[in-house]
Each structure stands twice: as structure tokens, then as C-alpha cells.
């Protein structure tokens, strides 16, 4: 076990119903494959995240249906949570922001930030709906932007030119939620001085090393018009401020976008609390060579890399006017914001009210689970926005998985098992036997290396480049001409599979339910490939219940590397572990895309 230790916080998806493939092409997979990934070196990681539950859209989904808020986020807590436990991403901890853990420690880095004098009062416009009379948050305001002219600026930012924005700044404003133009009245609230952060962030910014240059630049940009933020909000939904005259107004609370970046360090408390040990999360939050990687999509960099990293700092007491730490202590900042750009559909924006779309759920219900990650894992948005297609889906599927790296495993222990039973014992190696293991054996380096530096789509080629000499030395060799020749037969089927047992090691964190698979046909017993498991829990503080994904992620601790194969391990006639998928289903899917628009 290695002493490093990473934090994975991981994007908190919003419970406003399931999540489609393009969300977890952004936050899930790539952050799976990382916290797997790093598992396997030995590292101790704490992969992070939850539901995020307040805020308007769950208040207007509520009225819509007549019910109350809770009871629309807990329906989709569940729904996302069946989601993400089955794609396979391995949360530590999987939590939601409406619990009595979150509330607090949302609070307490609000006094930090007061009692250092980095949040302050101010009487200011906000939006609300005539009709309503209901806050219309930032988000769900559109107008023209005054600074660039896009028409589709949002209320905060201009995702065009990427400035930051007030709702009142917006020329012609007009309401996401019904059309109608918003009034402006006067409210008091607390504000985030972002601008008394510019030397900090940007020196901080200007110590990030590694960093995609889509996600460094843009931050850096948002330092040149820094405003202040507001922290707070009119709506009855969220986390209390924690100010006499403020805690028992129904009308006024913490801001979603505040309280939901704060939900890694309650997450992670949370973690901490259930495992016994109080004080756990310390390692992750406070070591000095601990790191801590966000994943997110691109949407969300300006909160990840700006207002959260402000957040810490000015509770830190290192912000530009100083301060001293809060009751907690001082807390570490992102090493890397670790941000995709998008995935379309069949050349089209991902729109649930459009029903362009298509929801995890639904995906799974008719493809394997591993299939998706490796699309995501090769093909994915990574440093720039990618299509998905059901085209190129089957090809990948169908040539890479089946016909490349599942052919590859199916034939060799097939092989193995009809001539020997078991793991051949092999006889003198050969120069062409020598030149594969040292093929699969020494791409641990440059694999572990691309994956250490978020590279993923660059990591999965270099995996299926070796499997692709994998199954060439196979070919070559041809055992099954080798019947007169026992001791070569052997020779060759212990070395391809050796080279599968690393080829299966090497794509274990992009395919953890197809390793295990792998794992179990090379005669392996016991847990390859950790997976996820959903709890029952109670709150910790007010007893009541929800569910939270968890599990014991140490099954696939510090196997990074090449691990002898031992000869005379029992082998079984396998089943395939990849399915091939009919042409037609592109058809199928494309009228099926067409019907629901």
C-alpha cells in the first residue's frame, strides 16, 4: 500500500431526473477509471460525490407534479444511484446534499468566510417570476449578452465569450422555465467578494502544472472581471444561513451552487463518520502531499476552478485580505480540475426536453455496461467535443471488444483448456515468446503514466495496441498446428496467456465487469475487479433514510504490474465475455431517436 493519498471528486449530478450518457462521459467514467486506476498502483483513494438536490428546477418539478421537493429528490436519487452502481463507478461514498452532515459543514464554511470578511451583506436586484413569485435563479434567465451579442446567455455567464454576467445585465431577459420577462425587485443577501481573490487565484492558477490547456486558460481568463457573487438566495429549498435573523426565514438560503461544491468535503466527512474514524478525511483534506482531482464537464469548470478553490481559500485565511483558518482547518485546493468538453448524439446537443437523448438506464437495459465505458474510455470527449454514434459504437463493440480483445481471450484459454486443462507448463522461451512479454509486461509504465496524467482515450489505445500484438503473435504461431509438437503447443499457449493476464490487468480500470470475467476464465479466485454495492443507511444526524453507494474497493490493490501466471491452474471451456451486436441495432436506435422527438 502506497502512503499517497488522492481525493476523486467526482461532479454531483443533478437530481432533476435520470442522467443520460453525455453526463457520465463527463463526471463518471473518466473519474472511475482513474480512482481504479490508482487503486491498482496502491494509492489510497477517496472517490466522492452525491446527488445535489436543492434549488429552484426541484421546486418547480415539485409544483409541477404537486408534490414536495423531497419527494422529487429522493424518487431521483434512487434512479441516479441504480445508474451509477451500474455502469460500475466506484464511489466510496455516494451521498445526496439533504443531509443533516451536508447542512452543517455548508454552514460552517460560510461563518469561515464571514469571520475572515470574505462574504459580506448587500442590497441588491434579483429576478423573480411574475407569475409566481418565486426567485428565477441566474441559470434560468436567457437573454443577449451586452458584452459579446450571443443571444442564449445564461444569467451568470456567457458560455460564448465566457464572462461572467448578472441576470440584470441581460438585454431582453426572458425565463427558461415559461417565456415570461422577470422582475427585478431589491433583496438583501450575502455576497461572495470574488474580487478580493484575484492575486490568490491567480497565483494558485499560476502553479498548476498539467493542467488540459482548455480548462487553465479558461480559468485564467475569468480573472480579469471578477465580480461579487451572490451567496445566498430567495427560496425555501436549501441549506439555512446560519445568521440570527436569517436561520429560521423561510425564504432565504445558501445559493445550490455554493452548497454543492462544499458536498466533496461533507462527503467526505460523511466517509469518514461511517467508517469510525471521525478524523479520516483529514489525510485527504490536510496532508500536504495529498492530491485531489475534479471531474467534471465543461459546463462546470468556472465553479470548480474558481469559486470553490475561492471558497477554501478565504476559509483558509488565504485569501487577498488574509485571515486564519475556520474550526476545521485549513483545507487542500484541487490539484487538477479535470474537465471534458461535450458529447452530442448523432450530431445534435443532448436535450432531455427535446428527447434527444439517451438515459443510462435504458442504455444498460440493452447493452453491456462495459461497452459504454470503453466508448467513452476511446472515444470520449476528452479535449474536445465528440459524437456519439451508433455506428461507431458497434464498430468499437464488434472490432475492438469482441473480434479484438475478447477473440483474443476466448481462443487462448479455449485452447488451453481443450489440449491441457490447465495452465500449460512452458518450455524454452523463443525470441518471438520473449519480445510479447516484454511487450505486455513493460506497457505497465507507459499505461500507468498516461492514466496518472488524465489521458485516457491515449491510455486505452496503448492497451488495445498491445492486445492487437497479442493476437498477431497468436496467428503467427498457430498452435493448433502444433498437435505433434506438445512441448511448443504449451510453450506458446503460456505465453499468450500471460500476455492476456496482462492485457487484462492493463484495461481493468476501463472494463472492471469484463475483468473480473477474465479474471476468473485465467483459473483466478476471489475479487479481481471491486465493484460497487448500494446501502440502506440512516442519517447521521436526524435518523432519516437513504441510500448511498459504497463499497470495499481494496480487492485490486497494488496489481499494477505483470504477475506470473501459475502453470497447472485449472482452466474451463470459457463463455464469451463480450456480446456482438446486430447491424440492425443502428437502425433500430436511429428510429428509435427519430419517434421520440
Known amino acids: 500500500m502506497s502512503d499517497r493519498h488522492i481525493l476523486t471528486a467526482v461532479a454531483w449530478p443533478y437530481a432533476n431526473g435520470p442522467r443520460h450518457i453525455g453526463h457520465v462521459s463527463g463526471f463518471g467514467v473518466p473519474s472511475d477509471v482513474f480512482s481504479r486506476y490508482h487503486r491498482m498502483v496502491g494509492d489510497r483513494v477517496l472517490m ?18 404537486g408534490v414536495s421537493p423531497r419527494e422529487i429528490a429522493d424518487r431521483n436519487n434512487r434512479v441516479i444511484i441504480g445508474d451509477l452502481q451500474s455502469l460500475g463507478l466506484s464511489y466510496d461514498l455516494f451521498t445526496r446534499t439533504t443531509t443533516g452532515n451536508h447542512a452543517a459543514i455548508s454552514q460552517e464554511i460560510f461563518l469561515g468566510l464571514l469571520k475572515n470578511g470574505y462574504v459580506f451583506p448587500r442590497t441588491t436586484l434579483g429576478a423573480i417570476s411574475p407569475s409566481t413569485g418565486r426567485t428565477l435563479p441566474d441559470r434560468y434567465i436567457e437573454g443577449t449578452c451586452p458584452i459579446c451579442g450571443y443571444d442564449g446567455a445564461r444569467g451568470d455567464q456567457c458560455d460564448n465569450c465566457g464572462n461572467q ?12 422555465i415559461n417565456g415570461e420577462t422577470p422582475k427585478f425587485v431589491e433583496e438583501e443577501h450575502y455576497f461572495l467578494d470574488l474580487p478580493a481573490f484575484t492575486r490568490s487565484l491567480g497565483d494558485w492558477l499560476d502553479s498548476r502544472k498539467g493542467w488540459r490547456p482548455n480548462v487553465l486558460n479558461f480559468a485564467k481568463n475569468l480573472l480579469t472581471d471578477l465580480k461579487p457573487r451572490s451567496y445566498t438566495r430567495d427560496i425555501d429549498w436549501g441549506v439555512p444561513v446560519p445568521l440570527e435573523g436569517w436561520r429560521d426565514r423561510p425564504d432565504k438560503r445558501i445559493y445550490v451552487w455554493f452548497d454543492a461544491v462544499v458536498g466533496y468535503l461533507s462527503a467526505s466527512i460523511e466517509w469518514a463518520r461511517r467508517s469510525g474514524d471521525d478524523d479520516a478525511w483529514r489525510q485527504w ?33 488565504e485569501g487577498d485580505k488574509g485571515g486564519t483558518p475556520g474550526s476545521l482547518g485549513r483545507l487542500n485546493l484541487p490539484t487538477e480540475v479535470v474537465s471534458s468538453e461535450f458529447l452530442t448524439m448523432e450530431g445534435r446537443k443532448f436535450s432531455s426536453s427535446r428527447q434527444v437523448v439517451i438515459y443510462v438506464r435504458d442504455f444498460l437495459a440493452r447493452y453491456d455496461a462495459d461497452a459504454l465505458r470503453y466508448f467513452i474510455a476511446a472515444a470520449g470527449p476528452e479535449s474536445q467535443d465528440t459524437d456519439f454514434t451508433w455506428a461507431e459504437f458497434l464498430r468499437r463493440n464488434n472490432d475492438e471488444l469482441v473480434a479484438g480483445w475478447g477473440n483474443l481471450v476466448n481462443r487462448t484459454v479455449s485452447m488451453a483448456a481443450k489440449n491441457v486443462g490447465a495452465v500449460p507448463t512452458p518450455g524454452e522461451l523463443t525470441d518471438a515468446d520473449r519480445a510479447l512479454l516484454d511487450a505486455t509486461s513493460g506497457a505497465f509504465g507507459p499505461v500507468g503514466e498516461l492514466l496518472s496524467r488524465n489521458r485516457q482515450k491515449a491510455a486505452a489505445a496503448e492497451a488495445m495496441r498491445v492486445v492487437g500484438e497479442a493476437n498477431k503473435y497468436l496467428s503467427d504461431q498457430a498452435p493448433w498446428k502444433l498437435k505433434e509438437d506438445p512441448a511448443r503447443r504449451d510453450t506458446v499457449l503460456h505465453t499468450a496467456l500471460q500476455a492476456v493476464s496482462d492485457c487484462n490487468a492493463l484495461l481493468t480500470p476501463f472494463l472492471p465487469h469484463s475483468a473480473q470475467k477474465v479474471h476468473e476464465l485465467l483459473g483466478g479466485t476471489g475479487v479481481w475487479s471491486p465493484a460497487p454495492r448500494i446501502e440502506e443507511v440512516t442519517d447521521l444526524d436526524d435518523g432519516s433514510p437513504y441510500p448511498i453507494i459504497t463499497g470495499d474497493h481494496s480487492g485490486g490493490q497494488a496489481v499494477w504490474a505483470s504477475r506470473p501466471l501459475p502453470s497447472g491452474t485449472p482452466l474451463s471451456p470459457p463463455t464469451p465475455v463480450f456480446k456482438k451486436l446486430d447491424e440492425s441495432i443502428v437502425e433500430e436506435e436511429l428510429r428509435r431517436l427519430e419517434g421520440e422527438e
Open 48 to 65: 466522492v460525490s452525491g446527488t445535489d438536490e436543492h434549488g429552484t428546477p426541484i421546486t418547480v418539478a415539485a409544483d409541477a407534479e
Open 165 to 176: 454576467l448578472d441576470p440584470v445585465d441581460l438585454i431582453n431577459p426572458r425565463s427558461r
Open 285 to 317: 483534506w490536510q496532508t500536504p502531499d495529498a492530491s485531489a482531482y475534479y471531474f467534471m464537464g465543461k459546463d462546470n469548470i468556472v465553479f470548480h476552478a474558481e469559486i470553490w478553490p475561492a471558497q477554501l481559500l478565504g476559509y483558509n485565511g
